[in-house]
């Protein structure tokens, strides 16, 4: 079928390309990125179109069986900002302070993959770095971690336990997989199940919603309404992801169109 001349000369013309993915996608639904945030944000300091990025912790597979590795690169912005300012009116309801940023892709081996994931859990900093950290020989001599959430890895061990002693992933491969569990925790929607096994990093099977952070909600995660969009809020606040704050991606069901250009 040929396309009239004016029709052709627009459509080649055009910047911009609308496509969907003309091959099966690398990340299927269900997939999990376990990522580290590089720099703060701040909503005090950040605007709209800044530059977000993030780096995965763990390797991760795809579709094809080949491995997204540690240290893939996560890319994203900031599509709202706005910095806390206290009313001092009398009886005044204090104007609640957001941040809204979205993931747009992860680039890896030359790879470029657009994202269409929510944001399972993410936890600051301290609450991070204590999944890290074993408690005091004396307690427990193996080393046990807590993993973000609840479960118990020991490193001289390949089962990862639940707090009730059921066996809910593995160490393999240099990481932590798991199955994921339902669960609700304080995300705006529930986080869901999975047969797969995914990669967790320093999250729980059942992790899901905010950890460690204080006088900030999670209003949206991306999994209900905007894709990819993780909101923040807070009416004591302005909220801050921290440098080196964890977060715990699942890819959505639906895959988003791929822009080029």
């Given at each position: 079928?040929?396309?009239?001349?004016?029709?052709?000369?627009?459509?080649?013309?055009?910047?911009?390309?609308?496509?969907?993915?003309?091959?099966?996608?690398?990340?299927?639904?269900?997939?999990?990125?376990?990522?580290?945030?590089?720099?703060?944000?701040?909503?005090?300091?950040?605007?709209?179109?800044?530059?977000?990025?993030?780096?995965?912790?763990?390797?991760?597979?795809?579709?094809?069986?080949?491995?997204?590795?540690?240290?893939?690169?996560?890319?994203?912005?900031v599509t709202t900002a706005s910095a806390?300012?206290?009313?001092?009116?009398?009886?005044?309801?204090?104007?609640?302070?957001?941040?809204?940023?979205?993931?747009?892709?992860?680039?890896?081996?030359?790879?470029?993959?657009?994202?269409?994931?929510?944001?399972?859990?993410?936890?600051?900093?301290?609450?991070?770095?204590?999944?890290?950290?074993?408690?005091?020989?004396?307690?427990?001599?193996?080393?046990?971690?807590?993993?973000?959430?609840?479960?118990?890895?020991?490193?001289?061990?390949?089962?990862?336990?639940?707090?009730?002693?059921?066996?809910?992933?593995?160490?393999?491969?240099?990481?932590?997989?798991?199955?994921?569990?339902?669960?609700?925790?304080?995300a705006p929607s529930s986080c869901d199940?999975?047969?797969?096994?995914?990669?967790?990093?320093?999250?729980?099977?059942?992790?899901?919603?905010?950890?460690?952070?204080?006088?900030?909600?999670?209003?949206?995660?991306?999994?209900?309404?905007?894709?990819?969009?993780?909101?923040?809020?807070?009416?004591?606040?302005?909220?801050?992801?921290?440098?080196?704050?964890?977060?715990?991606?699942?890819?959505?069901?639906?895959?988003?169109?791929?822009?080029?250009?």
């Open positions: 079928m040929k396309l009239p001349v004016f029709a052709a000369i627009a459509l080649f013309s055009s910047p911009f390309v609308i496509a969907q993915t003309s091959s099966p996608a690398l990340l299927t639904p269900g997939t999990t990125l376990p990522i580290r945030f590089d720099h703060s944000i701040d909503a005090n300091h950040v605007h709209t179109g800044d530059a977000i990025s993030a780096k995965t912790t763990q390797q991760v597979r795809l579709a094809n069986g080949q491995t997204l590795p540690a240290g893939a690169h996560v890319i994203g912005h806390f300012s206290f009313d001092t009116t009398p009886y005044a309801k204090q104007k609640q302070s957001t941040l809204t940023i979205h993931f747009d892709s992860i680039d890896a081996k030359n790879e470029h993959l657009p994202l269409n994931v929510y944001v399972r859990a993410m936890a600051d900093p301290i609450t991070s770095w204590d999944a890290r950290r074993p408690k005091p020989s004396d307690e427990d001599p193996l080393g046990t971690l807590t993993q973000i959430g609840g479960d118990q890895l020991t490193p001289s061990q390949k089962e990862i336990l639940s707090q009730e002693g059921d066996i809910v992933g593995y160490q393999h491969h240099g990481g932590a997989y798991a199955h994921l569990i339902s669960a609700t925790g304080n199940a999975t047969d797969t096994e995914q990669s967790m990093g320093l999250y729980s099977a059942s992790a899901c919603g905010l950890y460690g952070f204080t006088n900030v909600s999670l209003l949206e995660n991306g999994r209900a309404g905007n894709a990819s969009t993780l909101t923040l809020v807070s009416h004591r606040d302005s909220p801050k992801i921290w440098a080196n704050s964890t977060a715990l991606l699942e890819v959505l069901s639906q895959g988003p169109a791929v822009v080029s250009q």
